[in-house]
């Protein structure tokens, strides 16, 4: 069990949704040193030492310097997170997220990003620890169809929507966790995540659904695949304050578009994105001549998908939802304040 650091917390990217990253996805992890103190990943500990084999060329040295942080749900998934993310999935049980087949146009359909199945999920990951709730939701959801019995004890296998589902609202719910145990974690998916993202958020049972912004994907920096590691962090050290900003901008303006009423929102918007466009050349230009690159080169984007995550309003869990009931009462209501996720993407062409 870990324990709070004392002073400031370290910010880490919270890579996500799977537990540890590929060896082909080593360019954005790179990139991600540049804006954070570290990366950080949620692995079970029967997984314990795959990430290191999934991509010993960068996993090995991040963990060798402390720049990797490997979090196990074993005992990250405390409590409190075990509630919040039991009530979450609560609130999308009732609201009907998972109630028809992904062919037949399931509001979370185009979460799943793939053919219809089932999927594992690590049980410590779903708050198997706290045994009450999860036991409840787990049931719920079999009577459903929607998950199975474990098959090797330690993982749970899930539709493949509802495994997504569970990995995007323990991306947002990581934060407030990350904070009880020492960490300022940040959500940081790549690609695909950004539909993602934006799909979870704006379901109708979450209290983001009115409020969601993205910001378009910027070049930020270059393709650092080629790039020693070394050079990456000396680059860092020189460049850090600027990386920051640009980050700390992202979040600002996320919580503040996604709070004014609609008519405002978008020139507000352009205004903040014009700013972001200008800060986000700086970065890039910085890159290109400490890596020697041409002006053309393949570039790295970032932005950031985010919304006011507000107390849920009404109440969609009256009727209970079958045995959950009981607990419903347990469970602990939302804070108001941002939700978000980073999104990076590799640009191989510019025009």
């Known amino acids: 069990m870990e324990s709070p650091q004392s002073g400031q917390l370290r910010e880490l990217a919270y890579y996500y949704p799977e537990p540890y990253w590929l060896a082909g996805e080593s360019s954005w992890i790179k990139s991600l040193l540049l804006f954070f103190d570290g990366v ?17 060329t960068l996993a090995e040295p991040l963990a060798d310097q402390g720049l990797l942080k490997v979090l196990q749900p074993e005992w990250f998934v405390d409590e409190e997170l075990a509630d919040r993310l039991a009530e979450g999935m609560v609130e999308l049980i009732v609201g009907g997220s998972f109630d028809q087949p992904e062919s037949d146009g399931a509001p979370f359909a185009a979460l799943s990003m793939s053919r219809m199945g089932f999927a594992e999920l690590s049980a410590s990951r779903m708050g198997s620890r706290h045994r009450g709730v999860f036991e409840m ?18 993982s749970i296998p899930l539709r493949r929507d509802v495994r ?5 609202l323990l991306a947002q719910e990581a934060r407030a966790a990350g904070r009880r ?13 950004e539909t993602a993202v934006r799909n979870f958020l704006e379901l109708s049972p979450m209290p983001s659904r009115q409020s969601v912004i993205e910001f378009d994907l910027l070049t930020a920096s270059v393709d650092l695949d080629a790039v020693p590691l070394d050079e990456v962090l000396d680059f860092r050290e020189r460049h850090t304050a600027a990386h920051r900003s640009y980050m700390v901008n992202l979040r600002r303006f996320v919580a503040e578009v996604s709070t004014v009423e609609r008519p405002d929102r978008r020139r507000l918007l352009e205004q903040r994105q014009a700013e972001l466009v200008e800060q986000a050349r700086s970065l890039r230009r910085l890159a290109l001549d400490a890596f020697k690159r041409p002006s053309n080169a393949a570039g790295f984007a970032l932005a950031l998908t985010g919304a006011a995550w507000a ?31 980073y999104i990076f993407r590799a640009h191989r062409q510019w025009p």
């Open 181 to 193: 145990h020492g960490y300022d974690l940040h959500p940081a998916t790549n690609g695909p995540g």
């Open 40 to 56: 950080a990943i949620l692995l079970p500990d029967y997984m314990s030492g795959r990430e290191l084999v999934a991509d010993p």
């Open 137 to 154: 939701i787990h049931e719920d959801l079999k009577g459903r169809g929607l998950a199975r019995d474990s098959e090797d004890g330690v």
């Open 311 to 341: 107390l849920a309003t009404g109440d969609p869990v009256t009727a209970g939802l079958g045995a959950l009931g009981a607990a419903l009462p347990l469970l602990p209501g939302r804070n108001t304040g941002s939700v978000y996720s």
């Open 164 to 168: 997504l589902a569970y990995l995007l």
